[in-house]
């Protein structure tokens, strides 16, 4: 039962209908010269249709050179207002609000993204992620700066927004300002709290000059930086007092900074808690009176309900799980809440493609950014299709091809849906990843989708059914080595372990491969006070793995006592144990109680060529043709659904 969610409440003159915020997302979705576009605006709407009360816009740059990303908006030019007038309108066909970011990135920008331009920060120093040196700011650039963010604000108006949020935080230009990690200077600008506020106290009376006093001004900050010499929460409660005497209309709690560690980061992984920051939110609100947004690994409608009811927060920023879900309010005021598609913090579609300076989109709903293309628009001939492999990218094509109006119908060899992605909820802190494929099951269930489990699919059932489309998506199988004694009792799947097809006997566990797969199940068996050591034929393990996870998997791993032994390959497996050979060939015997084999996966497609005899349209996707990423599956099951 939602009481709190659907209730409007004001910040600043503006009515917001509801509770549920988008806050500011880079999408790389615009133009390099800072202009929006189309497909910014479509993705915008649909979150505005969807219901989400207050959309934060992605971060606008104040000045030419201010850009953390290629392809960010900016409102440094007039020229630049219409497009943001385009998008206001949009917005405002539907009930929701929508404010501007304003922001200049800072030291956590490259000349590669800024003209050539080298990036600025209050004192010399390098951003250990975006590692460029940034130039010391003089007083007259400063000041400068303060007259930029306040001309952006004034044409934010001008183009419609109903209000304005300062970026203040995750160690932007002002965020660094505030740090005494990044600020270091001894002017009227660093030192003591005065000095280092004096930046944003400028900005702030810029832009309430440029935007006059009836007008929503907000402020973004960094509750705690969680770096050594940065930030924290003593001074959070002092600077927060201070913002609502400077006149700022709401405050919104985010945490870090890029150099922050993994559980200190702006966009939390998986492995961060829920409501990260909602027990800082509700000390603020106590020292404020003006209304508080909190965000970070909230995506359960219920939760955020109980966090508003609990008097945390005010309004609750959803980022991720609005781009997975952008209907996720509308859903949650229906009661449908198995047909959301919650975010599950993997951070591949979003945060991973940012960084290689790629445009957002989304593991679990490849359709992101995709909107203006008008892909789900009904077929012109309904046709007959049979999607074999109940995986992901299978599940995605089925739903994909019936909601542009087939008749699909699905087959899974296994006595359950979801592929891979099954035991892949099973290692630590993964448990989410369940929410995909039970929303997926359930999708199909209301497009009146039949899904055939425990189905092999035969040629025999391919001539009967005489399908119009066939979806291959069989998906891969692990890879066995020719390996002596690899057939052994003693050896197992990962996958035997993670899903309890294997329980782990007394004595050492050899863990064959140190890719993500191995990693995972080593941690996982060793989370049961198991001895587990991993051996990798390459120098290191987890390569392919995103850095955030691998540094928190490594942590837990160590944590837990699971050895690694790299350089080391595998040459035989014997009943009481495994020989490998050393960095230096030497032949070592480990003992082993049990051998779990992860050297990775195979394609596997046992059918599409008996397909192809009976069916002009075959369309193999995802991990059939090449054992890979959960992204690449997914995306080519939404698009063979477009296809088709
Ligand atoms: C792709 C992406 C881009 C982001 N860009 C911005 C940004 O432009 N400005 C900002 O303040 N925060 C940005 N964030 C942080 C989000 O606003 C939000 O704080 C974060 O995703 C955690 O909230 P969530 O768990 O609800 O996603 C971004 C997050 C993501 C995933």
Redesign the pocket.
Known sequence: MLTELFTPKKIGSCTIPNRLVV????TNYCTEDGMITERYIRYMEEKAKGGFGLLIT??YAVEEHGKGYKYIPGLYRDDQIEGSRQLTDRIHQYPSKIFC?IYHPGRQSSPAVNGGVQPIAPSPTKCPLCMSLAREMSVDEIQEMVKNFGNAAGRAKQAGFDGVEV?A??GYLISSFLSPLINKRTDEYGGCFDNRVRFLDEIYAAVRKAVGEDFPVTV?FSRNEFVMGGRTEAETYELVRHMEELGFDGIHV?NGIYQSPPLGQ???PMFLDHGFNMDVAEQIRKMVSIPVIV?????DPHMADTIIKMGKADFI?????SITDPYLPEKARAGKFDQIRY?V?CLQG??ME?FLGNC?TCLVNPSVGREYEDNLKAAAVSKKVMVIGGGPAGLMAAETAAKRGHKVTVYEAQDHLGGQFRSAAYPVGKGELATFVSSLRKSLEVLHVPVHLSTEVTEDLIKAEKPDAVVVATGARPLMPPIPGLDGSNVCTAEDVLLGRRDIPNGPVVVCGGGEVGGETAGFIAQTNHDVTILEMRDEILMDMMPVNKIVLMDLNHKAGVRVLTGAKVAEVENDGIVYTDKNGSRVKMPAALVVSAFGYKAYDPISEIAGKYCGEVCKIGCSVKAGNALTAVREGYEAGIKI
Do not use: S
């Not at 920023?317 to 799980?321: L, V, W, Y």
């Open positions: 806050p500011a997302m880079v992605e971060d970011q970026h935080a995750h973004r985010t702006a966009i939390g965000t970070n690994r909230i995506n920023g959803m980022g991720r799980g975010c913090a979003c945060e940012l957002v």
